[in-house]
């Protein structure tokens, strides 16, 4: 990769900044944690669970250069009895970027592994959900490599956060231990209509070359949803994220806020989604300016 792709490396690395990851939900919202299932009428949740696969995709032409930006994250749960369960999410990045007259860069990195137990809560027409995830460092930019390729490591990492919206940064944040508390709500009105919201706090604690400071990642979700029980959910969420330290070079703005919509789908045990962050001001940028992010998602799954 040459100067030419450097430089747009750079360009979006601003552009992206500090981003946050991962996207659409399971049947509770796409702002629920991950691998939330509601319940919905089934008051049996032993013995439930859900495998899927989802990517998100952001396209950008910096400069008159080219970007591609793919993620896609395997996940699933399973709740073994009495509301308690398991979960796991894997997490990649894809990125292909060039600038004129240069071929460029393409490559996929792994990100970081989380693991994690949840214990689900109900009563009545509101139900809840707390969780406690590892997110182990899987995700590295090794030394022996060009400092140019490090450069497009890096970007890859920032790109996929930011078209999650900067949302759960844990999974993007190469060469960093986090330890992960969430929680999340949701309330059925009129047997319609979800109000649903989520929170996390996380430390990431260097563990390699990326960095010394442990930094502070804080996130919340609020939204609501229109329910077709076991047929279809559309809805839309605003999310805010904040990261205490290790913004890029030039930001002052440790917040992120984004928009979500989104829908999904559920044929029988099978589910189709569809979803879109759009980034609505600095580390990220607005999605439709210059050098904004945004992501489209899409997602596809059973549930057993």
């Known amino acids: 990769m040459g100067p030419g792709t450097l430089a747009v490396a750079l360009l979006l690395m601003g552009g ?14 796409p702002l629920s944690f991950q691998n939330q299932v509601r319940p919905g009428d089934d008051p049996v949740w ?42 796991f999410v894997i ?21 970081n592994l989380t693991l994690g137990a949840h214990k689900r809560l109900r009563h009545e027409a509101t139900s809840g959900t707390v969780a406690f995830d590892i997110a182990l460092p899987t995700g590295w930019v090794p030394n022996d490599v060009d400092p140019d390729q490090q450069s497009a490591m890096r970007l890859a990492f920032a790109t996929s956060a930011a ?16 330890l992960v508390l969430r929680g999340t709500v949701s309330h059925r009105v009129a047997g319609a209509f979800d109000v649903f919201g989520e929170a996390a706090v996380a430390p990431m604690i260097p563990v390699g070359d990326e960095g010394t400071d442990t930094h502070l990642f804080v996130e919340g979700t ?7 029980p076991e047929l279809l959910r559309l809805g839309i969420g605003l999310s805010v994220a904040y990261l205490s330290s290790g ?24 589910f189709l989604a569809l979803a879109f962050t759009m980034n609505l001001d600095e580390p990220a940028g607005f999605a439709f300016s210059d050098g904004g992010v945004w992501g489209v998602h899409f997602g596809v799954g059973s549930r057993f």
């Open 163 to 178: 078209t999650h919206g900067n949302r759960r940064l844990w999974l993007w944040s190469p060469e960093r231990l986090s």
């Open 16 to 29: 992206a900044g500090v981003a946050r990851a991962q996207t659409i939900n399971e049947r509770e919202g």
């Open 46 to 87: 032993s013995g439930r669970g859900e495998m899927s696969l989802w990517t998100a995709v952001f396209v950008s032409k910096p400069a008159g250069g080219n970007l591609v930006s793919l993620s896609p994250v395997g996940r699933g749960h399973y709740d073994i009895a009495d509301g308690w369960g398991g979960h």
């Open 91 to 111: 997490p990649l990045s894809y990125v292909d970027v060039s600038a004129p007259m240069d071929p460029g860069t393409t490559l996929i990195r792994f990100a």
């Open 247 to 270: 913004m890029p070079a030039g930001s002052e703005d440790p917040v992120q806020t984004s928009l979500q919509l989104f829908g999904r789908i559920w044929l029988d045990n099978l």
């Open 222 to 228: 609020v939204g609501g949803a229109w329910v077709v």
